[in-house]
């Protein structure tokens, strides 16, 4: 049963820290998204990959938030450093292009004290 | 920029009823897909709908686009427990990759 996987599932840091965000797409899936949801601004997307080329993270603050993907079965999102307002859960999701599904990992659960 | 709008917001039904979430697109949907997600969980897939008046079912939900493809309906049959959570449309952006969603309706079904 192919699973998008994400770790950590829960992260609680202070203010000013790194925090690294890993995801393991569905294998054989050539596109990766990273999406953030809060209940003030709901499912919000940061950025995503094609063959682990980045093609869109005009969602991501640059100054702060970098996306990567350093193979096809390794995606990253990472902030530093890290505010309160960050504190939201993070997804992945894969897919196999446009107009196909996207199936999305559990999420990382992030709080920013 | 396009806009998915979801009504009602909040759903509460007694287990047996039937109920429809409605989500609405100020343009065409190019694909238009409905997830469910429950409390500390990820979204899970339910159906995907592409073509005007196209209409799947899954189990007891059932999912129609219509034919000016701006309009889908989520319908549960005979709700239980189990059908509790937040429903979610998401619709391809046009021209782009990426899903972009409704602000959700929270389901509960009370035994």
């Known amino acids: 049963d192919a699973r998008v996987t994400q770790t950590p599932r829960h992260k609680v840091t202070e203010m000013g820290q790194e925090v690294t965000m890993r995801c393991q797409p569905i294998?054989?899936?050539?596109?990766v998204f990273w999406y953030r949801q809060t209940m003030m601004q709901g499912l919000e997307l940061l950025a995503y990959?094609?063959?682990?080329?980045?093609?869109?993270d005009s969602g991501m603050p640059k100054d702060r938030f970098s996306a990567e993907m350093p193979d096809a079965t390794l995606a990253t999102l990472k902030i530093q450093p890290s505010e309160p307002r960050d504190s939201a859960v993070y997804f992945c999701?894969?897919?196999?292009?446009?107009?196909?599904?996207?199936?999305f990992g559990p999420g990382t659960r992030l709080l920013v004290l | 920029s396009q806009e998915l709008e979801q009504s009602p917001q909040s759903l509460i039904v007694q287990e047996g009823k039937n109920l429809t979430i409605n989500c609405t697109s100020s343009?065409?949907?190019?694909?238009l897909y409905w997830y469910k997600q429950k409390y500390g969980e990820g979204l899970i897939f339910l159906m995907m709908?592409?073509?005007?008046?196209e209409e799947k079912s899954h189990e007891k939900i059932t999912a129609k686009l219509d034919e000016k493809k701006q309009q889908s309906s989520l319908h549960i049959t005979a709700s239980q427990p189990s059908h509790a959570g937040i429903y979610l449309c998401?619709?391809?952006?046009?021209?782009?990759?990426?899903?972009?969603f409704g602000t959700g309706t929270r389901l509960t079904v009370i035994p």
């Open positions: 998401g619709a391809d952006g046009a021209g782009a990759n990426n899903l972009f």
């Open positions: 990959f094609r063959n682990r080329a980045p093609l869109d």
């Open positions: 343009k065409t949907l190019y694909g």
């Open positions: 294998l054989g899936h050539n596109t």
């Open positions: 999701a894969s897919g196999l292009g446009q107009g196909q599904t996207q199936y």
């Open positions: 709908l592409q073509k005007g008046g």
